[in-house]
């Protein structure tokens, strides 16, 4: 299976506004003065991907996202309010929603999505940790678990822990390094509904020659993976953008795993 980046090219439409062109384009390095945004071209020595990144598209099939989209979104159901499961029930019974095509449902007022972070890093979303337990309570026929071993496959230890993230389509997750001491040396994020845009931002560790941070935007595909192992861990802000006002976005889902950190003595 190929392991290639994919970058969505951002075109500024105004100062005040930007629209994604979901276009297959080469990589490209960006940077932004605040006023406009410079295209560095493939043959600027700016490398394709920060060091410690790895973009897998195509990892699971049509059918394997649609199982893990159902559990996870079963299990995130399963530990929210109960009113909003109510709610949801009501709903489908009476015929005026029902669940697309990619196991949502099509409304964001259909689910119960928190409107800021404890930190104030996500914003309309819904979160939660799961447990291997927990996912084997929604595995009906055994096929969920081969699922995530072959996706835990791609972590060098069997010791992870997992946790799920639905944003709504208006949800974000503003620029941030994550906790370091809450896991190993490794991230890795699994994709799922809307495709999004993934911005890695230099954090004074990579400038253009004018001095400016460098950014990198990838389209994360439904069904890709992405990896964040160090150094970017530490070396770029990560972040969702939220989509322009203009673009129709729909939910995403995202499934991340992290090692364990290493206990110290």
């Not at 190929?2 to 075109?11: E, S, W, Y």
């Not at 004074?204 to 990838?218: F, S």
Request: charged share 20%; hydrophobic share 35%; aromatic share 6%.
């Amino acid at each position: 299976m190929p392991i290639v980046p994919i970058v969505t090219r951002l075109i500024p439409v105004t100062r005040l506004s930007r629209c994604y062109l979901p276009s297959i384009v080469p990589i490209r390095a960006f940077h932004t003065n605040n006023t406009h945004t410079t295209v560095h071209h493939h043959h600027s020595p700016v490398p394709v991907v920060p060091t410690g990144f790895t973009y897998i598209p195509g990892f699971l099939s049509q059918k394997e996202q649609l199982s893990l989209t159902r559990a996870a979104l079963a299990h995130l159901d399963n530990v929210g309010p109960t009113a909003a499961r109510r709610k949801q029930k009501r709903l489908i019974a009476d015929g005026s929603v029902s669940i697309d095509e990619h196991g949502f449902l099509p409304e964001d007022s259909c689910y119960e999505f928190e409107q800021g972070h404890f930190d104030g890093v996500i914003r309309h979303y819904r979160e939660a940790r799961i447990t291997d337990p927990q996912w084997a309570s929604l595995d009906s026929d055994g096929e969920l678990i081969t699922i995530l071993q072959r996706i835990k496959s791609l972590l060098p230890s069997v010791d992870t822990q997992c946790h799920v993230l639905h944003l709504s389509s208006r949800g974000e997750i503003l620029p941030h390094i994550d906790n370091v001491d809450a896991s190993g040396s490794i991230i890795l994020g699994v994709s799922l509904g809307s495709a999004r845009v993934l911005r890695l931002e230099s954090v004074g560790h990579q400038t253009t020659e004018d001095g400016l941070p460098l950014y990198y935007e990838l389209l994360l595909e439904p069904g890709s993976c992405y990896i964040q192992r160090d150094p970017v861990r530490y070396t770029h802000k990560h972040s969702i953008p939220k989509v322009p006002g203009t673009i129709h976005r729909g939910q995403r889902l995202s499934i991340m795993m992290r090692d364990m950190p290493t206990p110290t003595s």
